[in-house]
């Protein structure tokens, strides 16, 4: 079926998770796996096909970039926020889980979702308000974001949920001590910051967030540990909410998830990294999303130094984040989208291949 697929489109991509969630279950022998899976694909499918008409009502719609693409300017009637459909179901999950099993790991996990999920839908609102691409300043939102992180890190650590020695491979590890704390900071906060960065094409954070809570779910039960095992099938249900949403936000995107949920969507990957001790392999992982960020940190770091020596910024990349750079090169974006998917599905096969021999 997948052979008369011509491109690598939403249809290809969720026959190939459905196809490697029934094989993760066969392996594991548990088909909660992949009803939990199909379960919270269905749940993002239905609140969003019956929300976008709420959004439409409500008028938000998305504001564009003035010092973006000028090809983007045919999205502006398109509504945002989209990631309500995604967060919501997922806080709903987390406050069951935390009643029934009385887990004070999912209650801090909540905490940090909703957090970001409030940052994120706050800075929707003010760019509504103001009828601007920006809501919140950088600065205020690099504030709020880092309380949120801090306090949950802190909470985390005292209650030694954070393992200092962080594992590469079931025999090596690197010890980190105090250090785990601002290491923990700058993966919660980081990540956050390059999946919002990365929602900058239709279907692009959608898919590769779909694809990367796979990975992460996956790597957790190669772990082996019991008490882990709650945060794959979160990671889990994320994977399909995510796939569910992308449903309308493919190419061309019919809803835009907006701050509010890839801020929250980050933050999510970040805290069940640190909660499971999955440092190493979220990095692997969540590759593009950290490339995309990095693209933007050599831009502005370069324009500023070459403006310092000759009086003139120069740029490395056409734009950033790095998917403009190829927009403007020609490239189409939903090609750029589907090219990225495949990228990050060979991280999630290097990382658990990396899991299974060292």
Request: with cysteine; aromatic share 16%.
């Amino acid at each position: 079926m997948i052979g008369k697929i011509k491109r690598f489109n939403f249809n290809a991509l969720f026959l190939v998770n459905i196809f490697v969630f029934i094989l993760t279950s066969y392996i594991f022998k548990n088909p909660f796996l992949i009803a939990t899976y199909i379960s919270f694909f269905f749940i993002s499918l239905l609140s969003t096909k019956f929300g976008l008409s709420k959004i439409y009502d409500l008028g938000l719609f998305q504001n564009i970039r003035e010092d973006g693409p000028s090809f983007h300017l045919t999205k502006i009637n398109i509504p945002t926020a989209g990631g309500i459909f995604i967060i919501a179901p997922f806080l709903i999950l987390l406050v069951f889980i935390s009643i029934k099993f009385n887990s004070i790991k999912i209650l801090l996990l909540f905490f940090c979702t909703l957090g970001f999920f409030l940052i994120g839908f706050l800075d929707d609102y003010l760019s509504f308000k103001n009828k601007k691409n920006t809501g919140l300043k950088s600065k205020d939102k690099f504030i709020l974001q880092s309380i949120i992180s801090i306090i949950f890190i802190l909470l985390a650590y005292r209650a030694n949920f954070i393992n200092p020695l962080i594992m590469i491979s079931d025999n090596f590890g690197i010890q980190t001590y105090l250090f785990i704390i601002p290491i923990s900071f700058l993966t919660l906060v980081g990540l956050s910051n390059s999946v919002n960065l990365s929602d900058g094409l239709d279907g692009l954070a959608a898919g590769c967030s779909s694809i990367t809570f796979y990975g992460l779910g996956t790597e957790i039960l190669l772990k082996g540990e019991k008490e882990l095992i709650i945060f794959s099938f979160l990671c889990y249900s994320m994977s399909g909410l995510c796939m569910g949403f992308l449903k309308f936000n493919k190419f061309p995107a019919k809803i835009f998830m907006g701050d509010t949920g890839s801020l929250s969507i980050g933050a999510i990957l970040g805290s069940i990294s640190i909660l499971t001790n999955s440092f190493f392999t979220v990095f692997i992982i969540s590759g593009l999303f950290i490339i995309e960020s990095i693209s933007v940190i050599i831009q502005v770091s370069f324009f500023k130094i070459s403006k310092r020596f000759f009086q003139q910024g120069k740029r490395i990349f056409l734009m950033t984040p790095i998917h403009h750079h190829f927009e403007l090169k020609g490239i189409k974006e939903d090609k750029i989208v589907e090219n990225f998917w495949k990228i990050n599905i060979l991280l999630v096969f290097l990382s658990i291949v990396l899991e299974v021999y060292l």
